[in-house]
Nanobody, 115 residues
Framework: QVQLVESGGGLVQAGGSLRLSCRVS????????MGWYRQAPGQQRELVAN???????NYADFAKGRFTISRDGAKRTVYLQMSRLQPGDTAVYYC?????????WGQGTQVTVSS
């Protein structure tokens, strides 16, 4: 059973930074794509950023220039470094891994940005 476990969320003031981590029970290079999604109350879950097995990275427009996705294969961990956070970034952030057509999700970590 593949498991993804997020950590690093919390409460931060506007303009601050957080680094989210996603620890994976399997080799992260077994996944075609790994990424981060977020879901705010009353909103649909949306892509934040992802990275494919070849290292190609894709960011949502709101994340460009503020967020950075990275990975460490030896630690089986995918990171999301977030800076210049704004109240609109408040959401539950989920780690996602895709193997062919199957999605694996973590339990989510809450990020709250106060104004």
């Amino acid at each position: 059973q593949v498991q993804l476990v997020e950590s690093g969320g919390g409460l931060v003031q506007a303009g601050g930074s957080l680094r989210l981590s996603c620890r994976v029970s399997d080799n992260i290079f077994n996944f075609n794509v790994m990424g981060w999604y977020r879901q705010a109350p009353g909103q649909q879950r949306e892509l934040v950023a992802n990275i494919n097995v070849g290292g190609v990275i894709n960011y949502a427009d709101f994340a460009k220039g503020r967020f950075t996705i990275s990975r460490d294969g030896a630690k089986r961990t995918v990171y999301l470094q977030m800076s210049r956070l704004q109240p609109g970034d408040t959401a539950v952030y989920y780690c996602n891994g895709k193997i062919l057509r199957r999605d694996y999700w973590g339990q989510g970590t809450q990020v709250t940005v106060s104004s």
